[in-house]
């Protein structure tokens, strides 16, 4: 049961370069969200999708587009990469945005760009 | 939004001794909340979640209460060992209906002294 899948876990970018990071759960989750962590900092929402066919924007969407593909694929876009988007991504997932369960994380990926 | 915040950015504790990470909320119409572990390179991991209507809840070797009058939160670890040193997230659900997400604070660092 491989939970929250990411990819890539590291990337490298140019300013101005676009790349969509991939996330896919096999949980039958409704829920999915998009997390930045940087150095020290805790997580903060960037988009989130409450059920197949909705998104939503969160605290920081400033940049990022998202897809909410199927139920099982949810993937974060950055169109114009700036070095401010310079942090370690998080995708989630919940069984759904109205039951009070846990969120369950992939492993992250490392983007840097110069 | 209202957001989560944590009053101790670092804790040092010796093996064997309890700890206790302390959390701020701010949003009163949150109703569900989470404590998260993350280790250095990995995603976050749930720990224990509590309920708006209780006060305490008890996992192994962890206790999380809630203080609803000061909007308080903590995390109770008992006999810390080194395998706890880690960051630790409290986070809140909360938004609208149907459209609710979790959010985080910044994070304690529990440093576990040998």
């Known amino acids: 049961n491989a939970g929250v899948t990411q990819t890539p876990k590291f990337q490298v970018l140019k300013t101005g370069q676009s790349m969509t990071l991939q996330c896919a759960q096999d949980m039958n989750h409704n829920s999915m969200y998009w997390y930045r962590q940087d150095p020290g900092m805790g997580l903060r929402l960037i988009y989130y999708s409450a059920s197949e066919g909705t998104t939503d924007k969160g605290e920081v969407p400033n940049g990022y587009n998202v897809s909410r593909l199927n139920k099982r694929e949810f993937s974060l876009r950055l169109e114009s990469a700036a070095p401010s988007q310079t942090s370690v991504y998080f995708c989630?997932?919940?069984?759904?945005?109205?039951?009070?369960?846990?969120?369950?994380f992939g492993q992250g990926t490392r983007l840097t760009v110069v | 939004g209202e957001s989560v915040g944590l009053h101790l950015p670092t804790l040092s504790v010796q093996e064997g001794d309890n700890s206790i990470i302390n959390c701020a909320y701010s949003?009163?119409?949150?109703?569900?909340f989470i404590w998260y572990k993350q280790e250095s390179g990995k995603g976050p991991q749930f720990i224990i979640d509590?309920?708006?209507?209780?006060d305490k809840r008890q996992g192994q070797r962890v206790t999380v209460l809630l203080n609803k009058t000061v909007k308080h939160l903590s995390l109770q670890i008992a006999a810390t060992q080194p395998g706890d040193s880690a960051v630790y997230f409290c986070a809140e659900n909360w938004g609208s209906t149907g459209r609710r997400a979790l959010t985080f604070g910044s994070g304690t660092r529990l440093q576990v002294q040998p």
């Open positions: 989630a997932s919940r069984v759904s945005q109205g039951a009070d369960t846990e969120a369950f």
């Open positions: 509590i309920r708006s209507n209780m």
């Open positions: 949003n009163s119409a949150s109703d569900y």
